[in-house]
């Protein structure tokens, strides 16, 4: 396979290297980086080139460090061209100039793909809310209505029209999307053996709701008559990711009982033979790190020894409850932990793509300018982000669901959705009538 040569500018080396290591594993390209230049310089195997100007780590002068609040930028420029239409960009300007050698790119794309996927701002901003998570609120991102658009797959995608427009013989893998179905299990049913009185009591003396417990009441007296606990929807799961030719991920809550975790893992005596039939039928079991578990690689440790114990087997993959999160320390935890793939990274109100793409790939080790041996798969869908958080109806959330789909298929990203097995049914109903109408 022919090579891109890359020529780059002699500060924050390890960065640079990063980000097209990070293309490389994208579009199957070979980068090698070689000499020096001002700006970015890739040369095709055909001779003809393309000079990105760096327009971020090139202004930062004697600084040694990016973690600068005065560093996010506040505003958002777009830039179209032949390859392109409305490209956002983050740092730079919408240059675009072809020359009688190749073109030069005045968006810099590559600082641009290294504050989405390093998650900077993140460090930079101490802020957070509640529940100790960076709020989606205060991200570039969502500020500037980009949130729903997966900026590093639109630079690569961009990037990928330019060279072969240049170069048609350099070789790019194959960019289709999937849709990555998981389930997090903080309840494994809704009335549980010795829970259920409590549960009626917090509906008429904590929420002062008659009509929740009428609802529930309902639902319990079938129940009681033989229908599946409202929260037995396992099965559905299972089949809606097959319909999108995938199998299910599941996390489950294994944390013991405490603020935000109910406990119930240390007490069910059904959910070994559920979980461990969906395995034999290909489904994946990961571990739903309890609430401020990642505060000590001992919490996660502890539980996803309880996890595999119980249900024999190795657990490599995880999500934290409530999407707790922190970009510092996080990762390393986890690492330390055995989790191998963490699917965290989404924001609980905000829909779409905080770390600018779907795609799996290796997070950015801020303090020891390194990428992390674990893998991140972003988490872009989230049903409580439209059920709960926005108050949106079966139609509103199909629209949503259509949008994230399209948009994946365009750019060539994945999507990971999260459906909770507690989710209303039209939540299911909403996700079952999207794959009717764009399969």
Known sequence: MSHVKVNIPDKFIEEKKYIFDIISSFTGIEFAIGGRHEDYELILPNGKNIVIRDSFFGELGDKNTYLDPELIPDSVKYLSCVHAEDLPVIYGNDLFCENGNGVIIGADIVAGIF????????????????????PGSESYAVKHKLIGRPVVD???????????????????????????ITSDIDSFEKFPCGKTLKIFAGHLLKRYDPFLFAADLYKYAAKLFGAKDPYDTFDRIYSVAEK???KPVFFILAAPEGPYNDGWFARSAHDAGVFSSLAEKGADIGLHYGYF??????????EKFELEKKYGICAEKGRAHFLQFDIRSSYGILELSGIKEDFSMGYSRHAGFRCGTGRAFSPWDIDRKRAYEIKERPLVVMDTTFYAHNRMKKDQIRAEFEYFLRTAKKFGTDITLLIHNSSPAFVFEALEDTFKKIK
């Open 115 to 134: 504050f989405m996927l390093s998650r900077w701002e993140e460090a930079a901003l101490t802020v957070k809310d509640d529940h100790g998570r960076f």
């Open 154 to 180: 639109e630079y690569i995608d961009f990037l990928i029209r330019v060279i072969r427009s240049l170069d048609p013989g350099v070789e790019i893998k194959d960019r289709g999307s999937r849709v990555i």
């Open 244 to 246: 999108f030719g995938t």
């Open 293 to 302: 578990s990642l505060l000590s690689e001992n919490n996660i440790k502890s």
